[in-house]
């Protein structure tokens, strides 16, 4: 297969560029053009703040509830451990890397300042989890980009583990793969598979630069009619 030319040479010149010129609702109506139809995690997924905004890739972590009442023995060595590979997996975090966990019910947080600190001192681009978080002035401090379905201070220490990472997950019907790119801002997160991500960001970008001309035009005094039959942008 022919590698398709881009502008950027890195990751992080990739991530600057999506950072500066792209948003959820162009990337998501390019995979929707290509057939890539399920890619937008639920809409109660929002970040802690309307300014946060995410751009990196992968590192899909996967939960479990666990119920604690007492003493217990248990066959899994991964159970016996507080949080279970939790802490193995925050300090797995690469740069430009986003922490993205589901697997546990919503009854608690899976995300907070501590793992936010940690992640940042590692250069990880933000952190969205299928679930709460907590610490929130904490993390709004850091202005750690984190994403979840909002604040809720209740524990996961006694509710819930982590019983794998860097492995395909799932939430609510889209597959995420290490690796994909995960872009979120006020309008939500969606998933870019790694397979597509070239064409998908170069088609982003060329419709994002069309929409600033046609919108000047608009200023200009162009009608709605008229710039989406002269240039097919709306």
């Known amino acids: 297969m022919t590698a398709i030319p881009t ?22 109506d390019i995979m929707d053009k290509m057939g890539l139809l399920h890619q937008f995690l639920p809409p109660q997924i929002q970040p802690l703040h309307p300014d946060m905004f995410i751009a990196g890739r992968a590192m899909p972590v996967l939960e479990a509830d666990v119920l604690e009442c ?17 802490l193995e997996a925050l300090d797995d975090l690469k740069k430009n890397e986003v922490y993205i966990c ?39 401090h850091l202005n750690f980009p984190s994403f979840s379905y909002g604040n809720y201070a209740q524990d996961q220490a006694p509710r819930g583990k982590v019983i794998d990472y860097r492995v395909p997950i799932e939430i609510k019907g889209v597959l995420i793969n290490p690796g994909d790119i995960v872009v979120g801002d006020i309008d939500g997160v969606c998933i870019v598979p790694k397979q597509h991500e070239a064409e998908v960001i170069n088609l982003a970008l060329e419709k994002a630069r069309g929409e600033k001309m046609v919108q000047n035009k608009i200023l200009e005094g162009m009608s709605a009619k008229e710039a989406f039959e002269k240039y097919g942008i709306m």
């Open 7 to 28: 502008e950027w040479k890195n990751d992080d010149e990739l991530f600057e560029i999506i950072r500066t010129e792209l948003y959820t609702a162009v990337i998501g």
């Open 70 to 86: 007492g003493t217990y023995e248990s066959s899994n060595p991964v159970l016996k451990k507080p949080f279970g590979l939790m």
């Open 102 to 140: 589901t697997g546990a019910s919503p009854d608690y947080a899976l995300w907070g300042e501590l793992m936010s600190t940690r992640a940042q001192i590692l250069g990880a681009a933000g952190a969205v989890v299928d679930g709460y978080s907590r610490d929130t002035k904490g993390i709004l």
